[in-house]
């Protein structure tokens, strides 16, 4: 069946009758958009949902996320099969129709006899990993599109741990996702409303207790709570919790950019509200020149990530990377667990195989074991699950601005991250060292690291072609050099047998000075990813020489 054929059946009587306008219009309008929106099925991968809004087999619409439901729902009802009361939580954040496609999501989920959490209005995706393990229910939704632009929104789902699906969930879900056909197979309607509960304040207090129960430093605070931050949500759920938060611990000057606190999908101050590029911290720096703040904290719209502006030692603001946040919190989190007699060989860290190797020299100078795992934070807590009861989940992060600490919260979690920077801030100002100063100590410790992302948009079906035809390349002809140094060597991550992780469209390649090059496809976007990495005192001229070898 071609797209035109596919389109003509979203004419039907089963599709209400503005879906059957729009879809009558674009089969008698532009040809290629036509064909996008109706080429494939939107995929239903091993995070979830995630593409462009709209009507049409490859957009999110209440249909795509009906039918996702349905087939996450039948398999929750497989895998708990003779469990009476199943339960799962399900959250939103500020995008448009995030509100809307949540309901439909609670609505499927209650016609299907479970019992459902439902915030009453937008929260955090970490808090939505909080509520799951809190109300002890077996799964859970997210609606997100995290930092995608505003045509995007997304599902995340959830299992009993408060994680994102890992095996043998993961393809067994999207097995059961792609049985569903049509909407006459989802159990659409309001007819079980009362299994729906509200979450709200009382949520929110547990959780943000929680946090405050991590906090290490709390002298240190109470000496430098006068540290002037400056915080974005950047239109996005952050809004709700992270100044309460720091205002818990005890912080008393933070400037919202208050242009950017007013939740819209739309995010009309941003042209993309990701916190890694500096575009989106603009008003948050300008607005930290006019009150002479030292920090900026910026949090995506789902607040799962967090982008870090500090003062260098010419005050100016410079916007770390993910791996220098990463770096600041781990260096900090284990020097104040070490003098607090908390570390032991049970502890351990867990970073992704993309982010720096820094990570991994500070806690080998602690004794503390380091794992490595594959891209995604969902794998970070597959690690947190298998040694729960066990052992000690101190921290972990990754390369693109997430990080966690301590195990109630199984997703990366900016709500947290924000409150340990600012601790963090706090406990370098009793050594007379602002965040940069404590940044640079940690290099003249440890060594000078470089790190550098480059991603390549191949949007639609060429797209698609030209990143697996680039993969293709790279595996039939590896580079024989990273710079001027050889390529000793390459790690191919489809071949579990050989890395002990499961099976994943990586490739890294290493040479004989330490220079790293990775290289994947996006899971969520329509990119392609190369991760640059160098160390020692010429790192930053070797990574710019490797970004623009691969570049050619």
Known sequence: MNYREVAMQWTGPEYDMETRTKVNALLHGDEKELEDAFYRTLEFGTG????????????????????ATQGFANYIRKAYEGEEN?????????????????????????????????????????????????????????????????????????WQDGAQLTAPHDTAVIAEVNKIENPSMVKFGEDNLSKIQ??????????????????LSPESIARHKDIKF????????????????????GF??????????????????????????????????????????????????????????????????????????????????????????KLNKDTYCVKTIVTTELLTAIADKFGVQMYDVLTGFKYIAQIVRENEGRRTFICGGEESYGFNVGEFVRDKDAVITCSFVAECAAWAADQRLTLYGLLQKIYAEFGTYREKLVSLTKKGIDGNQQIAAMMKNYRENPPARLGDS???KVIDYTEPEKTGLPKSNVLRFFSEDGSVVTVRPSGTEPKIKFYFGAKGEKAAATVDSLVKQFSE
């Open 48 to 67: 979830g949902l995630r593409g462009i809004m709209g009507v049409g087999t490859n957009r999110m619409n209440k249909y795509t996320v009906g039918m």
């Open 86 to 158: 199943i339960r799962v939580a399900v959250s939103f954040d500020s995008r448009n129709n995030s509100r809307e496609f949540a309901k439909i999501t609670a609505e499927v989920f209650a016609n299907n006899g479970f019992e459902v959490y439902l915030f009453d209005n937008i929260r955090p995706t970490p808090e939505l990993s909080f509520a799951i393990r809190h109300y002890h229910c077996h799964a859970g939704v997210m609606v997100t599109a995290s930092h995608n632009p505003k045509e995007y929104n997304g599902y995340k789902a959830y």
């Open 198 to 215: 509200l979450m709200g304040e009382e949520t929110d207090k547990v959780y943000l207790d929680s946090i405050l129960s991590l906090m």
């Open 230 to 249: 400056v915080y974005t949500p950047l239109h996005g759920t952050g809004v709700r919790l992270v100044p309460r938060a720091l205002a818990q611990i």
């Open 252 to 341: 008393t000057e933070v400037y919202p950019v208050n242009e950017q606190m007013i939740s819209d999908g739309n995010f009309p101050t941003v042209v993309s509200p990701n916190p890694e590029e500096p575009s989106a911290l603009k008003m948050a720096v300008e607005l930290a020149e006019a009150k002479g703040a030292d920090i900026v904290l910026a949090t995506d719209p789902d607040a799962d990530r967090v982008g870090v502006a500090v003062r260098d030692d010419k005050g100016q603001m410079l916007l770390l990377t993910g791996n220098q946040t990463a770096s600041l919190l781990t260096y900090y989190i284990l020097t104040r667990w070490h003098e607090l007699g």
């Open 486 to 488: 050889p390529v000793v």
